[in-house]
């Protein structure tokens, strides 16, 4: 157990739809990432933040959004899906930014239909 | 874009033997990290190797790197089933407020 929650595990949804990832970072972890990962493909960045910050922010669409709240936890959100956004997506924590090992939740199953 | 880049892409070895896998990388890093994925699984951190530093040990694990040749390599010796898994290699570039890229991985295969 990594320490890092991630929720929902699954989520199938339509076209157009809308959704909301929620990552809860290990206890005492001030920084989280978001990477998407699809079939055959490497880990994408996304976006990280940093105690409530944004830090860093990768080849993340228009259409999605995140926030890090102040209790550390952290939502990504999906809009206007496409079927090409099916995907895994990660959270990870670490204690700061650079420098250190990333925990990683078990992630999201996303499934646009 | 991802900065590093694992090679092999998959590599099968029969259970004993040694695995190496090999990441190159394109800007200066601070530090190099690399970590396993079981299928569809999250992943698991397995060492970090500073910048200046050339080779470090951690179990079963042997880790180099060249920061002149801009590569680093994995061993996996007396390799396991249990070893079967995507190994990635990850770094942060010594540059600003930089995330952790991962590379595609090596999917490594370990046959009983």
């Not at chain 1, 206890?27 to 880990?43: E, I, K, N």
Request: glycine share 8%.
């Amino acid at each position: 157990d990594s320490g890092v929650t991630q929720t929902p595990k699954h989520l199938i949804t339509a076209t157009g739809q809308r959704v909301t990832l929620r990552c809860s970072p290990r206890s005492g972890d001030l920084s989280v990432y978001w990477y998407q990962q699809s079939l055959d493909q490497g880990l994408q960045f996304l976006i990280q933040y940093y105690n409530g910050e944004e830090r860093a922010k990768g080849n993340i669409l228009e259409r999605f959004s995140a926030q890090q709240f102040p209790d550390l936890h952290s939502e990504l959100n999906l809009s206007s899906l496409e079927l090409g956004d099916s995907a895994l997506y990660f959270c990870a924590s670490s204690l700061e930014g650079q420098g250190y090992e990333a925990f990683f939740g078990q992630g999201t199953r996303l499934t646009v239909v | 874009s991802q900065q590093g880049e694992e090679d092999p892409q998959a590599l099968s070895i029969q259970e004993g033997e040694n695995a190496t896998m090999n990441c190159s990388y394109k800007t200066s890093i601070n530090n190099l990290q690399w970590y396993r994925q079981n299928s569809g699984r999250g992943l698991v951190h397995l060492i970090l190797i500073r910048s200046n530093e050339r080779e470090k040990h951690s179990g079963r694990l042997r880790v180099t790197l060249d920061t002149s040749k801009k590569s680093s390599s994995l061993l996996i010796t007396a390799s396991r089933a249990a070893d079967t898994a995507s190994y990635f290699c990850a770094t942060d570039a010594n540059s600003g407020n930089t995330p952790l890229v991962f590379g595609k991985g090596t999917r490594l295969s370990v046959i009983a």
